[in-house]
């Protein structure tokens, strides 16, 4: 608990590392939740309910299982909304599948943040060296524009079943707020 007017709600899973054949499509669905104005997160929270501080997904290259995390920070007013939306979107990752131009749009975005965040000498060489410690190629970044093309939204839907079908939640915002947090998040799991 602490004493803020702020609540932030954290909902996750526990994925794969980072040299996994599923990493790729993990990314894929990170773009399509997170990755500027036109992701999901921000349609579902922002613009269709006027919600969120801020927002976003947390999947980070882990030599190990990597956690698959959404979070929210919102005023305590919208947290029981908050969480029912994250909660819903969560079960929709599992049940249905992204529209091929919604596929199609977060593949670019990802494929356009490889080379924005890979521009300088130094950011490739670092890049390169962390693919090495993981054991994977390293060239890997340059290859994953094909390996972009075979993922399709059957695949997305598969890889969301296997990794995100028993997430955990976290709350953190005062005490009175994150028990009625929990009452909800009981109810649906």
């Known amino acids: 608990y602490s004493n803020s007017k702020q609540i932030i709600i954290i909902i996750g899973s526990q994925t794969c590392p980072h040299n996994s054949k599923d990493s790729l499509t993990l990314k894929v669905l990170e773009s399509y939740l997170s990755y500027g104005m036109s992701s999901l997160l921000f349609k579902v929270f922002r613009e269709n ?8 997904v947390f999947y980070p290259s882990r030599k190990f299982n990597a956690p698959f995390l959404i979070y929210l920070s919102v005023s305590e007013r ?14 929709d990752l599992l049940t249905k599948k992204i529209s091929e131009d ?9 494929n356009r943040s490889f080379l924005h ?25 340059e290859k994953a524009k094909e390996f972009l093309e075979v993922i399709t939204p059957n695949k997305i839907t598969s890889i969301a079943k296997k990794y995100l079908n028993y997430p955990c939640v976290s709350v953190s915002g005062r005490k009175h707020v994150c028990k009625s947090l929990r009452k909800i998040w009981e109810r649906k799991y």
């Open 102 to 110: 919604e596929l199609s749009l977060a593949k670019l975005k990802l």
């Open 117 to 141: 965040h890979f521009r300088t000498c130094e950011d490739i060489i670092f890049r390169k060296v962390r693919l090495l410690s993981l054991g994977m190629d390293p060239f890997y970044d």
């Open 78 to 91: 919208n947290a029981s909304l908050t969480l029912n939306l994250l909660l819903s979107l969560w079960n």
């Open 49 to 56: 309910n006027g919600l969120t501080y801020d927002s976003g």
